[in-house]
Structure formats: structure tokens, C-alpha cells
């Protein structure tokens, strides 16, 4: 391993939320700034809001139900030909 190129490790980094949290943890710097933490980011403190503005989530359901459906008449087709198939067989 080569000496003097990695950088100084601070075990007690501390860590300064813009909410006013703060923890400690492992890092290269002896204090670290965010602007969004665990306690205050809306998918940790349950505040997320699901904006579906252009309807995307209905399109793509539609979407997956079309695929679903074709599919499923695919098999169909699949079955009746087999079917068929072994009804000439005999």
C-alpha cells in the first residue's frame, strides 16, 4: 500500500443539518453542512407527496393492463393452436 496518499480520517466527523440536526459519523472531513437530513427529508417523516400532474401513473397502469391483456390472448391463441393441432393429429 502506498504511504502518505489517503487522507486524514476523522471517526467523529460531525454532521449540521440546515433543520438544526446533527449526528456524528465516519469521514475525510472534520465537519461536514447538509441542507437535508433523515430527519427532515418528506420520504423518512412520511410528508411525500405523489404529484401526478400529467396523469403518467394512469397512462402508464393503462399501459401495463394493454400488455397484460395481449398476453393473456396470446396464450389463448397459443392454447387453441396446440389444441387444434393435436385434434388433427388423431
Known amino acids: 500500500m502506498k504511504t502518505k496518499i489517503h487522507p486524514k ?3 467523529e466527523a460531525r454532521v449540521h443539518c ?3 440536526n446533527t449526528f456524528v459519523t465516519g ?3 472534520p465537519e461536514i ?3 437535508i437530513c433523515a430527519a427532515c427529508h418528506p420520504l423518512f417523516t ?3 407527496k405523489l404529484v401526478d400532474t400529467a396523469g403518467r401513473v394512469d397512462k402508464f397502469n393503462q399501459r401495463s393492463a394493454a400488455a397484460r391483456k395481449k ?3 396470446a396464450a389463448a391463441r397459443k392454447t387453441a393452436r396446440e389444441a387444434k393441432k393435436a385434434a388433427t393429429a388423431l
Open 27 to 29: 469521514s475525510t472531513l
Open 18 to 20: 440546515a433543520c438544526g
Open 46 to 48: 412520511g410528508q411525500q
Open 9 to 11: 480520517w476523522y471517526p
Open 33 to 35: 453542512s447538509v441542507e
Open 71 to 73: 398476453q393473456e390472448e
